[in-house]
């Protein structure tokens, strides 16, 4: 793991960042996520008196913290062995939730940044899609997903303007969904999605961290009401080397 030079400061009371309301803790835990991420799976974390002597913080700070990150699935540990780097992919399942709701349920911090968010007319695919003319307006949020601040996914959603008069004066850091359920009454209950593997462009993996022409996950979904009437189109890009798909078969009776 990188050398970071420890704190220096004496006056700084334990489970306290210098100019930040932030715990200690939480501070170290997002920086040895950082380190863990760029670790191959399964290796050795150095001990906690060496890692509490690398931060400048107290064992019992790194056992926070440490154990934040296995609880989360970033590290796990081995009785006498130590702790280790965990693999870092976060599996996917067919349940329909939102990206916030799936960091939050692996204890991650999920954020966004706002790429674009603005109205324009629906267009051809979008209208087809959303089943509306192509001369209607929409409303299109484009976000880049961070987990812990981490880069995950690119993500650009487009909704029916006249569903969500004012959307684009809310916060939309927060959950889409909770904003469409909780303010205009819309709710998602089904889905469908397109899964297909992409190489990224250089924009798309300068904004996700990785090389140009990386694997990613191009996700494609339509999101429906209780009536079957389409919500939203959303097009998500998942770093392959974050995300996996799993999904349960069952061979049906001869």
Not at 25 to 37: D, F, N, S
Not at 195 to 207: F, K, M, N, P, Y
Request: charged share 30%; aromatic share 4%; with cysteine.
């Amino acid at each position: 793991m990188n050398e970071t030079a420890p704190s220096t400061s004496s006056d700084t009371a334990e489970g306290e960042v210098p100019g930040s309301q932030r715990p200690k803790h939480a501070r170290l835990r997002q920086r040895l996520r950082a380190e863990v991420q760029r670790m191959t799976a399964h290796t050795a974390l150095p001990t906690e008196r060496e890692l509490a002597g690398q931060y400048g913080v107290s064992r019992s700070t790194v056992r926070q913290a440490l154990d934040a990150l296995a609880e989360s699935g970033v590290v796990y540990r081995v009785h006498g062995a130590g702790t280790f780097a965990a693999s870092t992919v976060v599996a996917k399942n067919l349940t329909m939730s939102s990206f916030t709701e799936d960091m939050e349920a692996r204890g991650l911090v999920p954020g966004n940044r706002i790429l674009a968010a603005d109205e324009r007319e629906a267009g051809r695919q979008i209208a087809e899609e959303l089943r509306l003319g192509e001369s209607d307006p929409v409303v299109r949020v484009m976000r880049l997903r961070l987990a812990d601040e981490w880069p995950m996914c690119l993500e650009t959603v487009h909704l029916p303007a006249a569903r969500v008069p004012g959307l684009l004066e809310r916060d939309l850091n927060d959950s889409l969904y909770r904003i469409l359920r909780a303010e205009y009454g819309m709710r998602l209950v089904r889905a469908e999605q397109v899964w297909t593997a992409v190489s990224l462009d250089e924009r798309s993996a300068v904004l996700l961290g990785v090389p140009t022409g990386s694997p990613a996950f191009q996700v494609r979904r339509v999101g429906m009401d209780e009536r079957s009437r389409p919500l939203e189109v959303t097009t998500g890009l998942y770093r392959a080397d974050r995300y996996e798909m799993r999904v349960a078969v069952r061979r049906g009776l001869e």
